[in-house]
């Protein structure tokens, strides 16, 4: 069980510092921007590294008032940060139980 959580641990970490640190846009998103005087959406791929500044010039953000994921984006946001770490964990559960 202590593998089990320390694979589930070790696996979110690093799949996370990835996710967050290298700019890889993968989650869906929506970007609203304001360029001239009136606000319009665009649906584009979006990295969750730019969610703690990471990834982008601040050039760029000039006509930009905000970004979010979309409903889908989430999903896939949990997926990867939770389910995948989850599918090793248990995969290392279920290997030391049948061991025993």
């Known amino acids: 069980m202590k593998n089990s959580i320390l694979a589930f641990v070790l696996s979110?970490?690093?799949i996370g510092g990835v996710?967050?640190?290298?700019p890889i846009n993968l989650f869906s998103g929506e970007i609203v921007e304001n360029s001239t005087g009136t606000s319009?959406?665009?649906?584009?791929p979006l990295s969750l590294s730019y969610f703690i500044g990471v990834g982008f010039?601040?050039?760029e953000?000039?006509?930009i008032e905000?970004?979010?994921l979309t409903g889908e984006g989430y999903a896939m946001a949990f997926c990867f940060l939770f389910g995948i770490p989850f599918l090793i964990a248990l995969r290392v559960y279920l290997n030391s139980k049948?061991?025993?």
């Open 57 to 59: 010039q601040e050039s």
């Open 66 to 68: 905000s970004f979010y």
């Open 19 to 22: 996710l967050f640190l290298l």
């Open 98 to 100: 049948k061991k025993l």
């Open 12 to 14: 979110f970490i690093i």
């Open 61 to 63: 953000m000039d006509n």
């Open 40 to 44: 319009k959406t665009i649906s584009a």
